[in-house]
């Protein structure tokens, strides 16, 4: 086969035994996998495909091979899949921030929901349970934080996001998943900045439209804002990480506490205590354990302003923390970065066998491979999907996990 060859893919697998040979060729997808690329097959290997519809009829061009897959792009749209649209924002083709603007708002997290499912079942090896729900909160306009990046430009400075697979920049002028008052920030944002340009901006949303921003610069807000959620106060900086769509925090936290009562629960990868504050409504004790050293300061002032003397705040690593918990706790809650458990916690974790273990991931594909170890001794009895992330390739699933009878 020949550099630049069109081959159709109804052809045998030995055909692309040299799948390095292979340039450009025809595929049809057949559906989104988990973090948004669309699947086509070439001789029966999948080709995974950004900004592809389930459906859609390509020409691609192979821009990764690997032994057993290959990643590609659009040169063409041959067919149109069902629900495909043209992508709303004008920044989509060049920005990284989204993934799925080219589908219609209500098909995007079914087929999220659908990827995650497989990959729960293909990688983790789980049969899933009965009991499984879907939330989803605004498509657009619901951001509460954005990460700015910035750079020097001819007049004025550049803002903006990185390409899609790059660190070149993509000067936005709107980005319309951004809640409406951080949008008009960002949009105005070039105009308001002169020396001293850092090259990062975190930008934070908090109620009554209050802004934050680090690194601190002149002219912009700075300081803390505050989110209430289901009555319970929320305070932190623009540095802190903060549950990002503005209508499902309170479906976050009601999913993830649950219903559940007891004595003690340990809530690990706390943040600023989106989830103890809630706990400690319902353990006579909560212990929190939060690495960030700014993420545990909040925490600490959260339990203090709401008057909750039931919540240990442990400003540690949880690789460290773990080891210190007593054996057969009653409630653990984790809620680990994109990386996951990783060997050491998920085997410490293991080996504490609480009786009631919730997991929360906004990376399917690792939930999926760190259930896979913890299913050995713990039945997955709910899996809740909330759409925390809509015109992107992500999503948030909450499992909740008993320990088995011996
Ligand atoms: C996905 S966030 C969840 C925060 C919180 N549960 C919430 O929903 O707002 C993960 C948190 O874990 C913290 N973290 C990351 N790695 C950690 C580690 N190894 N030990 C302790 N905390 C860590 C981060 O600082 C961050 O606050």
């Not at 069902?82 to 799925?100: K, T």
């Not at 949008?183 to 934050?212: C, K, Q, W, Y």
């Not at 302003?305 to 054996?327: D, M």
Request: aromatic content about 6%.
């Amino acid at each position: 086969m020949s550099d630049r060859a069109m081959m159709p893919d109804s052809g045998d697998a030995a055909r692309v035994r040299h799948l390095a040979e292979l340039d450009e060729c025809e595929i049809g997808i057949e559906k989104l996998v988990a973090g948004g690329d669309g699947m086509g097959r070439f001789g029966g290997l999948p080709i995974f495909v950004p900004c592809a519809a389930p459906g859609d009829r390509l020409r691609v061009r192979v821009v990764e091979r690997r032994r057993r897959y290959a990643r590609a792009e659009i040169l063409e749209i041959l067919v149109a899949g069902g629900g495909r649209r043209s992508p709303p924002c004008p920044h989509f083709s060049r920005c990284g921030g989204c993934d799925l603007q080219h589908l219609e708002d209500e098909i995007q997290t079914d087929l999220k929901v659908d990827a995650a499912r497989e990959t729960l079942r293909y990688i983790g090896g789980l049969s899933l349970p009965a009991t499984q729900r879907v939330l989803r909160g605004a498509p657009w306009g619901y951001r509460l934080r954005t990460q700015l990046h910035l750079e020097e430009g001819e007049g004025a400075p550049q803002v903006g996001y990185y390409e899609r697979g790059s660190h070149r920049l993509v000067a936005i002028e709107s980005c319309p998943v951004l809640a409406p008052p951080l949008e008009h920030f960002v949009v105005g944002l070039s105009g308001r900045l002169r020396d001293n340009i850092p090259s990062r901006l975190d930008v934070a949303l908090g109620d009554d439209g209050a802004l934050t921003c680090a690194p601190t610069i002149d002219d912009l807000p700075r300081g803390e804002v505050i989110s209430r959620v289901d009555g319970r106060s929320y305070v932190y900086d623009a540095r802190t990480f903060f549950q990002s769509h503005r209508d499902l925090l309170g479906d976050l936290i009601r999913t993830v506490v649950s219903a559940a009562t007891g004595t003690c629960a340990y809530d690990l990868y706390a943040g600023v205590g989106l989830f103890s504050l809630a706990l400690a409504e319902r353990y006579e004790r909560v212990v929190a354990v939060e690495g960030d050293r700014n993420a545990a300061r909040y925490l600490r002032k959260n339990t203090r302003l709401a008057r909750l003397a039931n919540i240990e705040v442990v400003g540690a690593s949880v690789e460290v923390a773990v080891k210190t918990l007593p054996a057969a706790v009653e409630r653990i809650i984790v809620d680990p970065p994109r990386a996951g458990l990783g060997f050491r916690v998920r085997s410490d974790i293991f080996d504490r066998r609480a009786r009631h273990l919730t997991y929360v991931s906004c990376h399917p594909a690792v939930l999926a491979r760190d259930l896979k170890h913890l299913c050995r001794i713990y039945t997955l009895c709910e899996l809740v999907f909330l759409d925390l992330f809509p015109q992107t390739g992500h999503i948030e699933v909450v499992a909740q996990l008993q320990l088995n009878e011996k």
